[in-house]
């Protein structure tokens, strides 16, 4: 890992902590401890938008999802 990727020692020793840090995170909860994966969906985002429209929009599909689920 650090001759194929020309890392430092202190950067290997710290990929190999990685897994068990998002475990500590995503699995344990413990956000103090662990770090949280983020930038995997980046590339689907096609607009942003403000927040209240944002937040109308995910109010609105939920009641359709309910509105379905109880039919």
Known sequence: MKKGNDLSWPQVVMAANAPMMTKAALVDGRT???VLPTGQVVGAIEELRRWSSS????????GHVLDR???
């Open 55 to 62: 937040s109308r929009g995910i109010i609105d599909e939920a």
């Open 32 to 34: 103090d401890v662990g």
């Open 69 to 71: 689920l109880g039919a």
